[in-house]
């Protein structure tokens, strides 16, 4: 299961069924650091390394389009 799939930890919440362009988004604030809610910059750290086209494939894959 994935990461962002039905079950995880508390601190991880479900992506499964975001709209893609919202998840793109988070992706880039992540990245940009305008987006700081993840306690232990996991998803900064992660999302950092993106490049936009792998940004906009994960936003779709979790999407579920």
């Known amino acids: 299961m994935p ?7 508390i601190e ?5 069924g975001q709209y893609d ?3 793109e988004a988070q992706l880039k ?3 940009s650091g305008t987006r700081h809610n993840d306690i232990y ?3 900064r750290s992660i999302a950092a390394k993106l490049i936009p086209d ?3 494939l994960l936003a779709i894959r ?4």
Do not use: D, I, N
């Open 41 to 43: 910059h996991r998803m």
């Open 3 to 9: 990461p962002h799939g039905c079950r995880g930890p």
């Open 21 to 23: 362009q919202y998840l």
């Open 12 to 16: 991880t919440p479900t992506l499964t």
């Open 54 to 56: 792998e940004m906009r």
């Open 62 to 65: 979790y999407s579920g389009q």
């Open 29 to 31: 604030a992540f990245a």
